[in-house]
Protein backbone atom coordinates (compact mmCIF):
# COMPACT_ATOMS: atom_id res chain seq x y z
CA UNK A 1 0.00 0.00 0.00
CA UNK A 2 1.15 3.35 -1.32
CA UNK A 3 1.21 6.27 2.37
CA UNK A 4 -1.66 8.56 2.47
CA UNK A 5 -0.73 11.83 0.65
CA UNK A 6 -0.79 15.27 3.43
CA UNK A 7 0.68 18.54 2.63
CA UNK A 8 4.18 18.86 3.60
CA UNK A 9 3.37 21.96 5.67
CA UNK A 10 0.07 24.44 6.82
CA UNK A 11 0.68 27.29 8.62
CA UNK A 12 -1.73 29.97 10.31
CA UNK A 13 -1.77 32.77 12.66
CA UNK A 14 -3.20 32.40 16.31
CA UNK A 15 -7.00 32.10 16.49
CA UNK A 16 -7.27 31.04 13.24
CA UNK A 17 -8.45 27.52 11.41
CA UNK A 18 -6.50 25.39 9.38
CA UNK A 19 -7.42 21.99 7.36
CA UNK A 20 -4.90 19.48 6.92
CA UNK A 21 -6.07 17.02 4.24
CA UNK A 22 -5.27 13.61 3.51
CA UNK A 23 -5.75 11.71 0.48
CA UNK A 24 -5.66 7.74 -0.19
CA UNK A 25 -8.06 5.90 -2.24
CA UNK A 26 -11.31 3.61 -2.41
CA UNK A 27 -9.25 1.09 -0.53
CA UNK A 28 -8.73 2.56 2.10
CA UNK A 29 -9.63 6.35 2.80
CA UNK A 30 -12.36 5.69 1.03
CA UNK A 31 -13.55 2.72 1.95
CA UNK A 32 -13.83 2.69 5.29
CA UNK A 33 -14.87 4.97 7.59
CA UNK A 34 -11.25 3.99 10.29
CA UNK A 35 -9.24 7.28 9.71
CA UNK A 36 -7.20 8.48 13.17
CA UNK A 37 -4.73 11.52 13.15
CA UNK A 38 -2.20 11.55 15.45
CA UNK A 39 0.10 14.93 16.45
CA UNK A 40 3.65 14.71 17.53
CA UNK A 41 6.07 17.50 18.93
CA UNK A 42 9.86 17.23 18.28
CA UNK A 43 11.31 14.35 20.20
CA UNK A 44 7.69 12.73 21.47
CA UNK A 45 5.87 9.55 20.70
CA UNK A 46 2.89 10.23 18.26
CA UNK A 47 -0.51 10.93 20.10
CA UNK A 48 -3.83 9.94 19.28
CA UNK A 49 -6.42 13.02 18.35
CA UNK A 50 -9.05 11.48 16.50
CA UNK A 51 -10.79 8.09 15.46
CA UNK A 52 -12.80 6.77 13.24
CA UNK A 53 -12.85 10.10 11.35
CA UNK A 54 -14.83 12.12 13.52
CA UNK A 55 -14.28 10.50 17.14
CA UNK A 56 -12.01 12.53 20.00
CA UNK A 57 -10.85 10.66 22.62
CA UNK A 58 -11.28 11.99 26.19
CA UNK A 59 -9.64 15.11 26.47
CA UNK A 60 -8.67 15.94 23.53
CA UNK A 61 -9.96 19.93 23.06
CA UNK A 62 -12.84 20.46 21.03
CA UNK A 63 -11.11 22.46 19.00
CA UNK A 64 -10.01 19.14 16.77
CA UNK A 65 -12.65 17.74 14.58
CA UNK A 66 -12.15 15.57 11.61
CA UNK A 67 -14.34 14.61 8.64
CA UNK A 68 -14.07 12.59 5.76
CA UNK A 69 -15.47 13.22 1.76
CA UNK A 70 -14.50 10.18 -0.64
CA UNK A 71 -11.04 9.69 -0.54
CA UNK A 72 -10.11 12.23 1.48
CA UNK A 73 -10.13 13.09 5.15
CA UNK A 74 -9.48 16.26 6.59
CA UNK A 75 -8.62 17.53 10.16
CA UNK A 76 -9.25 21.00 11.29
CA UNK A 77 -8.04 22.61 14.22
CA UNK A 78 -10.05 25.68 15.01
CA UNK A 79 -8.85 28.48 17.37
CA UNK A 80 -4.77 27.97 16.44
CA UNK A 81 -2.95 28.06 19.70
CA UNK A 82 0.78 27.61 19.76
CA UNK A 83 0.88 24.32 21.93
CA UNK A 84 -0.50 23.20 18.44
CA UNK A 85 2.74 23.34 16.29
CA UNK A 86 3.66 20.13 15.99
CA UNK A 87 3.55 17.27 13.23
CA UNK A 88 0.46 15.76 12.34
CA UNK A 89 -0.47 12.38 10.70
CA UNK A 90 -3.43 10.54 9.18
CA UNK A 91 -3.66 6.89 9.13
CA UNK A 92 -6.55 4.63 8.00
CA UNK A 93 -7.40 0.88 7.78
CA UNK A 94 -6.54 -0.56 4.65
CA UNK A 95 -6.73 -4.33 2.60
CA UNK A 96 -5.73 -7.50 4.11
CA UNK A 97 -5.56 -6.02 7.40
CA UNK A 98 -3.53 -3.51 7.35
CA UNK A 99 -2.85 0.09 8.10
CA UNK A 100 -1.02 2.78 6.35
CA UNK A 101 -0.11 6.28 7.32
CA UNK A 102 -0.22 9.85 5.37
CA UNK A 103 2.94 11.29 4.85
CA UNK A 104 3.10 14.01 7.70
CA UNK A 105 1.99 17.58 7.79
CA UNK A 106 3.83 20.24 9.79
CA UNK A 107 1.96 23.27 11.23
CA UNK A 108 3.59 26.15 12.03
CA UNK A 109 1.83 28.68 14.04
CA UNK A 110 2.82 32.29 12.93
CA UNK B 1 -2.36 5.36 33.71
CA UNK B 2 -1.16 3.65 31.15
CA UNK B 3 2.56 2.67 30.62
CA UNK B 4 4.18 1.57 27.90
CA UNK B 5 8.45 1.04 27.53
CA UNK B 6 9.92 -0.27 24.81
CA UNK B 7 13.28 -2.09 25.00
CA UNK B 8 15.66 -4.07 22.91
CA UNK B 9 16.72 -1.56 20.43
CA UNK B 10 20.56 -1.26 19.64
CA UNK B 11 23.04 -1.09 16.69
CA UNK B 12 22.91 -4.95 14.76
CA UNK B 13 24.54 -5.98 11.28
CA UNK B 14 22.82 -6.79 8.06
CA UNK B 15 21.49 -9.52 8.51
CA UNK B 16 21.08 -10.01 11.97
CA UNK B 17 18.55 -10.42 15.02
CA UNK B 18 17.06 -8.42 17.74
CA UNK B 19 14.54 -8.53 20.02
CA UNK B 20 12.60 -5.35 21.34
CA UNK B 21 10.45 -5.67 24.27
CA UNK B 22 7.35 -3.49 25.37
CA UNK B 23 6.16 -3.58 29.33
CA UNK B 24 2.73 -2.63 29.83
CA UNK B 25 0.62 -1.48 32.66
CA UNK B 26 -2.40 0.40 33.35
CA UNK B 27 -4.80 -1.29 31.59
CA UNK B 28 -6.20 -4.21 31.53
CA UNK B 29 -3.33 -6.23 29.18
CA UNK B 30 -5.33 -9.32 28.13
CA UNK B 31 -8.14 -7.44 26.69
CA UNK B 32 -6.43 -5.27 24.02
CA UNK B 33 -4.94 -5.62 20.75
CA UNK B 34 -1.53 -4.51 20.43
CA UNK B 35 0.88 -3.24 17.83
CA UNK B 36 4.61 -2.00 16.48
CA UNK B 37 4.94 1.02 14.70
CA UNK B 38 8.34 2.31 13.23
CA UNK B 39 9.13 5.86 12.10
CA UNK B 40 12.09 7.39 10.15
CA UNK B 41 13.16 10.53 8.96
CA UNK B 42 12.67 9.76 5.16
CA UNK B 43 9.51 7.23 4.98
CA UNK B 44 7.28 8.65 7.70
CA UNK B 45 5.35 6.56 10.37
CA UNK B 46 4.72 2.79 8.89
CA UNK B 47 2.70 -0.06 10.92
CA UNK B 48 4.72 -3.20 11.34
CA UNK B 49 2.41 -5.61 12.94
CA UNK B 50 -0.26 -6.37 15.10
CA UNK B 51 -1.79 -8.89 17.77
CA UNK B 52 -5.10 -9.96 19.10
CA UNK B 53 -5.63 -10.09 22.64
CA UNK B 54 -5.10 -13.73 23.17
CA UNK B 55 -1.76 -14.40 20.80
CA UNK B 56 -4.37 -16.31 17.96
CA UNK B 57 -4.37 -13.71 15.05
CA UNK B 58 -0.95 -11.83 13.91
CA UNK B 59 -0.68 -9.56 10.99
CA UNK B 60 2.49 -8.00 9.48
CA UNK B 61 2.76 -5.32 6.63
CA UNK B 62 4.63 -7.39 3.57
CA UNK B 63 8.38 -5.85 4.16
CA UNK B 64 8.33 -7.74 7.25
CA UNK B 65 6.50 -10.78 6.60
CA UNK B 66 8.73 -13.74 7.39
CA UNK B 67 10.97 -12.23 9.03
CA UNK B 68 9.36 -10.23 11.78
CA UNK B 69 7.53 -12.32 14.45
CA UNK B 70 5.18 -10.06 16.78
CA UNK B 71 3.75 -12.10 19.98
CA UNK B 72 2.77 -11.62 23.77
CA UNK B 73 2.93 -13.15 26.64
CA UNK B 74 0.16 -12.33 29.01
CA UNK B 75 0.45 -13.04 32.17
CA UNK B 76 3.92 -10.75 32.21
CA UNK B 77 1.99 -7.85 29.93
CA UNK B 78 4.51 -7.79 27.75
CA UNK B 79 4.80 -7.25 24.06
CA UNK B 80 7.57 -8.65 21.62
CA UNK B 81 8.92 -8.25 18.03
CA UNK B 82 11.35 -10.20 16.87
CA UNK B 83 13.12 -8.89 14.12
CA UNK B 84 15.40 -11.92 11.71
CA UNK B 85 17.22 -11.11 8.56
CA UNK B 86 17.81 -7.33 9.36
CA UNK B 87 18.11 -4.87 6.79
CA UNK B 88 19.62 -1.49 6.67
CA UNK B 89 16.08 0.02 5.52
CA UNK B 90 14.68 -1.42 8.96
CA UNK B 91 16.37 1.09 10.85
CA UNK B 92 13.96 3.33 12.59
CA UNK B 93 12.19 4.64 15.94
CA UNK B 94 10.17 1.09 16.97
CA UNK B 95 6.76 1.72 19.31
CA UNK B 96 4.56 -0.09 20.50
CA UNK B 97 0.87 0.86 21.00
CA UNK B 98 -2.33 -0.30 22.06
CA UNK B 99 -4.87 -1.00 19.57
CA UNK B 100 -8.45 0.13 20.15
CA UNK B 101 -10.99 0.94 17.51
CA UNK B 102 -9.06 1.34 14.42
CA UNK B 103 -6.64 3.78 15.99
CA UNK B 104 -3.31 3.46 18.03
CA UNK B 105 -4.59 5.12 21.21
CA UNK B 106 -1.56 4.80 23.38
CA UNK B 107 2.14 4.71 22.37
CA UNK B 108 5.41 4.32 24.23
CA UNK B 109 8.36 6.30 23.94
CA UNK B 110 9.90 4.25 21.04
CA UNK B 111 13.29 2.38 20.89
CA UNK B 112 15.76 2.91 18.52
CA UNK B 113 16.91 0.28 16.11
CA UNK B 114 20.55 0.85 13.82
CA UNK B 115 20.95 -1.30 10.86
CA UNK B 116 24.64 -1.17 9.89
CA UNK B 117 28.10 -2.61 9.01
Given amino acids: QSALTQPASVSGAPGQSITISCTGTSSDVGAYDYVSWYQQHPGKAPKLMISEVTNRPSGISTRFSGSKSGNTASLTISGLQAEDEADYYCSSYGSSITYVFGTGTKVTVL | ?117
Fill in chain 2, 1 to 117: EVQLVESGGGLVQPGGSLRLSCAASGFTFDTYWLTWLRQTPGKGLEWVANINAHGSAKHYVNSVEGRFTISRDNAKTSLYLQMDSLRPEDTAVYYCATHYNWAFDYWGQGTLVIVSS
